[in-house]
């Protein structure tokens, strides 16, 4: 077929994954000449943009989907993922599990600490094996690699947009709005935690611990002791923030 020439603009939070000449262009569009066989989803991805971060796109004032095949003259709008997201359906729209690269452990830490449900590949699996592991269980993948989140075996992606743990956490609760449950999962592994005795975490505390403290659990998966120690009050300021966060957020 032969090529044809569309225009592109793109919603503001989209302006990042552009290159510097389509940034340049107010307000952050692109005269893109096509092959004429080409999906808009894989044109738009070839400008920078994962379709993970793509809330919708119109084609001359209508709704069209990824597959649609660009004809000449078209004007297109891409508009960023409207949030809160909600994932799958049933169950998955209310409780999305997660999985996270090797780049984000920090932030896996943090989720599992509000009892999210956030899988970690360390050492790295590679982008293959993260994208079948993605598919198999069901998982939100959350990376900051867009080639990661081009791979079509995802269940789902989200671009994490920050290097820093804290705006990374923010950014995954106020995007999934996901239901909370703090200090129920195993931060190491990501099990679940069940309460024990004093007399069953025995053996397992450092020294003076049994005496200075009285509530404990363990992993149900990995056996590790958990007890409000030296560092509750910094994790706990962590949790609290999440709640403020999350207070009033729309269900999905």
């Known amino acids: 077929m032969d090529p044809v020439e569309i225009r ?53 004032g209508r709704a069209a989907g990824p597959g649609h095949v660009p004809a000449d003259g078209e004007r297109v709008e891409v508009a960023a ?5 909600a994932v799958g359906s049933g169950a998955h729209a209310a409780a999305p599990r997660f999985l996270l690269d090797i780049h984000l452990g920090t932030l896996a830490r943090r989720m599992r600490l509000l009892g999210l449900d956030a899988a970690y590949e360390n050492p790295d699996i590679g982008d293959a094996a993260l994208a079948a592991l993605s598919a198999a269980e ?4 959350l990376s900051r690699d867009r080639g990661l989140l081009r791979r079509r075996e995802l269940y789902a992606g989200a671009f994490v947009y920050s290097h820093r743990p804290d705006e990374q956490l923010d950014d995954v609760l106020t995007r999934f ?35 200075t403290y009285d509530t404990f659990a363990e ?31 729309p269900s999905v």
């Not at 005269?31 to 044109?43: A, E, I, K």
């Not at 993922?81 to 997201?85: D, E, G, L, N, R």
């Not at 935690?193 to 397992?204: F, H, M, Q, V, W």
Request: with cysteine; net charge positive.
């Open 138 to 141: 069901q998982r939100v993948m």
């Open 177 to 211: 709005a996901p239901p909370l449950a703090p200090w129920t999962r195993c931060t190491a592994c990501n099990g679940e935690l069940a309460s024990i005795t004093k007399d069953e975490a025995r053996g397992r505390l450092p020294d003076g611990t049994e005496r």
């Open 8 to 60: 592109i603009g793109f919603a503001p939070s989209l302006h990042l994954f552009l290159g510097p000449a389509h940034r340049a262009e107010p307000p952050a569009s692109a005269t893109v000449r096509c092959d004429g066989v080409s999906s808009l989803g894989h044109v738009v991805e070839s400008l920078g943009v994962p379709l993970t971060e793509v809330g919708g796109l119109r084609v001359d």
């Open 219 to 249: 992993c149900t998966a990995c056996g590790q002791a958990y007890w409000r120690g030296a560092h509750y009050e910094r994790l706990n300021a962590i949790v609290e923030h999440a709640r403020r966060l999350t207070a009033g957020q």
């Open 81 to 85: 993922v409207a949030k809160p997201q």
